[in-house]
Nanobody
């Protein structure tokens, strides 16, 4: 089993920046990819970004492209989401996800609030 723990959420003003982290832990495992989804109140969970572990290929949702950078630390089995130029519509619970051995795992989420 794989456990995912997010951190770094909080309150930020529009136009500000925030960096989210997600650390994967558990027994010996190999990560295929890790990424981020988000869910605002009343909305479905939507894809934000993901990164493959072996090659570091990144993918972004159109809504965040240019404002978000996903990266990884292979040794720490940690994925990061650097966000800038944040907008109120970015407000959501951000969920970390990982694909390991063909199984998708989810973290509990970290709240990002973009408001003045």
């Amino acid at each position: 089993q794989v456990q995912l723990v997010e951190s770094g959420g909080g309150l930020v003003q529009p136009g500000g920046s925030l960096r989210l982290s997600c650390a994967a832990s558990g027994r010996s495992f190999s990560i295929y990819s890790m990424g981020w989804f988000r869910q605002a109140p009343g909305n479905e969970r939507e894809f934000v970004a993901r990164i493959t572990w072996s090659g570091g290929t990144t993918y972004y949702a159109d809504s965040v492209k240019g404002r978000v950078t996903i990266s990884r630390d292979n040794a720490k089995k940690t994925v990061y989401l650097q966000m800038s130029a944040l907008k109120p519509e970015d407000t959501a619970v951000y969920y970390c996800t990982a694909v390991v051995a063909g199984v998708r795992y989810w973290g509990k989420g970290t709240l990002v609030t973009v408001s003045s």
